[in-house]
T-cell receptor
């Protein structure tokens, strides 16, 4: 069964550094999402992406964050200058359609630790 | 603002016990409801979802959930749990007509003792 993959599984970085988290969505999916889960808290929506543009973003997704689909397979989340509070598990998800009924398929996550 | 509440942080059961995990949401409009499960070391995967029709939905692995609109609830049930059901369970909601952005509850950790 096709799966969403994410790399790296773990990343440790210094505060102020840039990080890029990578995701490979399921190949025929058209809609892509990033979520994050700070330890002990809820999984929170960050951004959705379709047709090479952001469809919707939450208030967490400020100017420090950006997303890109640099080629036909990868979907990346960049954090420009990491802060301690960016430490979290970051999940990528993809879906065939953007309908609110549509199932989103999640990747295994990247655990980011900012020191 | 829309929110999802899961009342139990950690549930411990013996094998063959019945399970019910609570989920309530706050939103007055049309919603779509999901239960996701995360087994240890694995990614979130869909157990079941409701978007219309019969409010009692059946999912994988013998799970079911009932949407009760008047109570804003979507509780997850299984009549007889197994050790392999040990996992974290997340309730999630998307607003009808939205672009599918999910709002999650905090999750309930289920531990099943063999």
């Amino acid at each position: 069964e096709p799966e969403v993959t994410q790399t790296p599984s773990h990343q440790v970085t210094q505060m102020g550094q840039e990080v890029i988290l990578r995701c490979v969505p399921i190949s025929n999916h058209l809609y892509f999402y990033w979520y994050r889960q700070i330890l002990g808290q809820k999984v929170e929506f960050l951004v959705s992406f379709y047709n090479n543009e952001i469809s919707e973003k939450s208030e967490i997704f400020d100017d420090q964050f950006s997303v890109e689909r640099p080629d036909g397979s990868n979907f990346t989340l960049k954090i420009r200058s990491t802060k301690l509070e960016d430490s979290a598990m970051y999940f990528c998800a993809s879906a065939w359609d953007r309908s609110s009924e549509e199932t989103q398929y999640f990747g295994p996550g990247t655990r980011l630790l900012v020191l | 603002a829309q929110s999802v509440s899961q009342h139990n942080h950690h549930v411990i059961l013996s094998e063959a016990a019945s399970l019910e995990l609570g989920c309530n949401y706050s939103y007055g409009g049309t919603v779509n409801l999901f239960w996701y499960v995360q087994y240890p070391g694995q990614h979130l995967q869909l157990l079941l979802k409701y978007f219309s029709g019969d409010p009692l939905v059946k999912g994988i692995k013998g799970f079911e959930a009932e949407f009760i609109k008047s109570k804003f609830s979507f509780n997850l049930r299984k009549p007889s749990v197994q050790w392999s059901d040990t996992a974290e369970y997340f309730c999630a909601v998307s607003r009808g007509g939205s672009q599918g952005n999910l709002i999650f509850g905090k999750g309930t950790k289920l531990s099943v003792k063999p």
